[in-house]
């Protein structure tokens, strides 16, 4: 972000609308017709700000251990596209 700029949710809907936009047309919901949404995107998000060191690690290891806890994986190592396999010690 920019300096003094930390409206990070206007980026985000920019880039999500542009990119929606740029999508082929396709079948959609209902209610996503209704939103005009393309189903691309969640719905909602939270920010959060990064607080420390530790901080890091507990989201580092939270997208490293997600494919497991959806069954796709046994061990973080297996799922090829995860950062375990740059990052892990």
């Known amino acids: 972000m920019?300096?003094?700029d930390a409206d990070s949710s206007t980026r985000w809907?920019?880039?999500?609308?542009r990119f929606s936009r740029a999508?082929?047309?396709?079948?959609?919901?209902?209610s996503h017709q209704r939103r005009r949404e393309h189903g691309v995107w969640q719905r909602r998000f939270w920010d959060h700000?990064?607080?420390?060191?530790?901080?890091?690690?507990?989201?580092?290891?939270?997208?490293?251990f997600n494919p497991v806890k959806h069954g796709f994986v046994?061990?973080?190592?297996?799922?090829?596209y995860s950062s375990w396999h740059r990052d892990n010690p």
């Open 2 to 4: 920019p300096e003094g």
């Open 13 to 17: 809907s920019v880039i999500e609308a």
């Open 23 to 30: 999508m082929p047309p396709v079948a959609r919901r209902e």
């Open 49 to 64: 700000h990064i607080r420390d060191a530790q901080d890091w690690d507990n989201h580092i290891r939270y997208c490293w």
């Open 74 to 80: 046994e061990h973080p190592r297996d799922w090829p």
